[in-house]
């Protein structure tokens, strides 16, 4: 039997003590997630990454490094999501923006304190949202060096 986990991007964004978050349908409840997205055919990862960014926020970003690779199976879809998080960390109010989504399913943008983003804990997307927030705070950083593009 072939195994083919869904490849996810995603990125925590930082500006000041606020991180940014999505807010978005998934099962008809609203849920936060860090902007993300699947890896479509020819893409790279961190290529994928700046185009959910662009999608979901508005933003045009370019990944200061990459945090890691989690693996997470969800129990309501049986599906098993392999997921490359990057980070930004802005030094300029990015200012307003607004989601480009052609899924339709960003309901809204917020910039969030790691405090209010604990307190949200039932509400988020999947364990590995604040899994990618405490791998940042604890300091997790990777050079994007690492992530080898062979196409």
């Known amino acids: 039997?072939?195994?083919?986990?869904?490849?996810?991007?995603a990125a925590v964004i930082r500006y000041q003590d606020r991180f940014l978050l999505v807010e978005e349908l998934d099962r008809r409840r609203h849920v936060f997630n860090q902007p993300a997205g699947h890896l479509e055919a020819g893409e790279s990862l961190y290529e994928a990454v700046c185009r959910e960014i662009r999608e979901e926020t508005g933003l045009t970003l370019t990944p200061d490094g990459w945090l890691g690779t989690y693996m997470y199976t969800s129990p309501?879809?049986?599906?098993?999501?392999?997921?490359?998080?990057?980070?930004?960390e802005l030094t300029t109010d990015p200012g307003a923006h607004q989601p480009?989504?052609?899924d339709n399913d960003i309901?809204?943008?917020?910039?969030?304190?790691i405090d209010e983003i604990r307190h949200l804990k039932k509400q988020l997307r999947s364990p590995l949202v604040m899994e990618c927030f405490n791998d940042y705070l604890a300091g997790v950083r990777l050079p994007l060096s690492a992530l080898k593009d062979r196409r």
């Not at 072939?2 to 991007?9: E, G, K």
């Open 107 to 113: 309901l809204a943008c917020h910039w969030k304190t």
């Open 1 to 9: 039997m072939t195994f083919r986990p869904n490849v996810t991007v």
């Open 100 to 102: 480009q989504d052609p």
């Open 76 to 88: 309501y879809r049986k599906l098993t999501y392999l997921r490359f998080c990057f980070y930004c």
